[in-house]
């Protein structure tokens, strides 16, 4: 299996449904809930040739719009507001083989990659990243 494909969506309309100290928010969001939400990842592994040994990967993730401080926007009609957003993340990795039955992985990992800004709870997301892991199997 060269190539895999995964798709997920999650459709949340989480609402409170009583509340004893403050009435006036039965009915209103839950703080930083998004409504809709989905994600992707796609991968492909190379089996022969150069570049043998060698996966990539790209996927995306779907937030909707969230009310982060939904207690607080409940008498301004939900004015507050987060954006929703759309972030994308890409992989590559590469396999060295050592001895029969070892092999040393590398792979980097690109994590919103268009450094796309964004809220998530109760603060601002996390901006572009890098990482990078070296693993020994054996």
Avoid: C
Wanted: proline share 4%; aromatic share 14%.
């Amino acid at each position: 299996d060269n190539f895999s494909f995964i798709l997920a969506y999650t459709y949340m309309d989480a609402k409170r449904t009583s509340n004893t100290e403050r009435p006036e928010l039965i009915g209103t969001p839950i703080e930083s809930n998004a409504k809709n939400s989905g994600s992707t990842w796609m991968r492909y592994k190379f089996t022969e040739g150069a570049l043998k040994r060698m996966s990539v990967g790209l996927g995306a993730i779907y937030s909707s719009e969230t009310h982060p401080q939904a207690s607080s926007a409940a008498l301004n009609r939900y004015k507050a507001t987060a954006p929703g957003y759309v972030l994308i993340n890409a992989m590559v990795k590469y396999s060295f083989p050592i001895g029969k039955s070892r092999e040393v992985s590398t792979q980097l990992n690109l994590n919103n990659v268009t450094d796309q800004k964004y809220f998530a709870g109760y603060d601002y997301g996390a901006p572009f990243a890098a990482d990078l892991t070296v693993s020994l199997h054996f």
